[in-house]
């Protein structure tokens, strides 16, 4: 069966630093993989997603995701982490059992940001 | 949001009582999903729809049940709520059925059952 596993329930880091919030996954054969972000009471939004080819994706809002295929990691990572950024993230994988396109979510990853 | 309506954003109910949560897309997407968040689970997929009655069930479809009669409207039943299904319900939608597609989501509903 599919997973992901988001291994950190916070990230602290402070205004202005490199951030990076992990997300590692198992699935048969080529994941597609996904970042949603949370705001509070909103629903979540689309970040960036990994399908085929360059192992660097660009996504909203500066964020950008590696995908490791040795590691099975697919890490969502942002050069300057504003205070702005604080939300919770969610890391997602399709789910191939089926033919419809379900996804499976990590249990989330909240992302401080200190001014 | 993408276009999508949830309602009500928020409800309490009381424990054995009926409880429909209503789905609304403006751009006639024909794939929807119907999701629950809770701490430590992230976000789990109750019930999804492929076209107008057409549905399967998803993870954790058991006391639930939808219907979809139009392309617009994704209606989930909570048949006799239980504290158990205390939680924030997002609705998503997918534009297309390929594995690439990304969905979106509405704002959510908090229900909380007494």
């Known amino acids: 069966a599919q997973s992901v596993a988001q291994p950190e329930d916070q990230v602290n880091v402070a205004e202005g630093n490199p951030l990076t919030v992990k997300c590692t996954y198992s699935v048969s054969g080529n994941p597609y993989l996904f970042w949603y972000v949370q705001y509070p009471n909103r629903g979540l939004q689309f970040l960036l997603k990994y399908i085929t080819g360059d192992n660097l994706v660009k996504g909203s809002y500066g964020f950008e995701a590696e995908f490791n295929k040795s590691q099975t990691s697919f890490h969502l990572k942002k050069p300057s982490a504003l205070v702005s950024d604080s939300a919770l993230y969610f890391c997602a994988v399709r789910d191939k059992d089926g033919a419809t396109n379900k996804l499976i979510f990590g249990t989330g990853t909240l992302l401080a940001v200190q001014p | 949001d993408a276009g999508i309506t949830q309602s009500p954003r928020h409800k309490v109910t009381e424990t054995g009582t009926p409880v429909t949560l209503r789905c609304h897309q403006t751009?006639?997407?024909?794939?929807m999903y119907w999701y629950r968040q809770d701490p430590g689970h992230g976000l789990r997929l109750i019930h999804y729809?492929?076209?107008?009655?057409?549905?399967d069930k998803g993870e954790v479809s058991d006391g639930y049940s939808v219907s979809r009669s139009k392309t617009e409207d994704f209606l989930l039943t909570l048949e006799s709520a239980t504290s158990s299904q205390t939680s924030v319900y997002f609705c998503a939608i997918s534009l297309m059925e390929i594995s690439t597609d990304t969905q979106y989501f509405g704002p959510g509903t908090r229900l909380t059952v007494l």
């Open positions: 751009e006639n997407h024909r794939y």
């Open positions: 729809s492929y076209g107008v009655k057409d549905t």
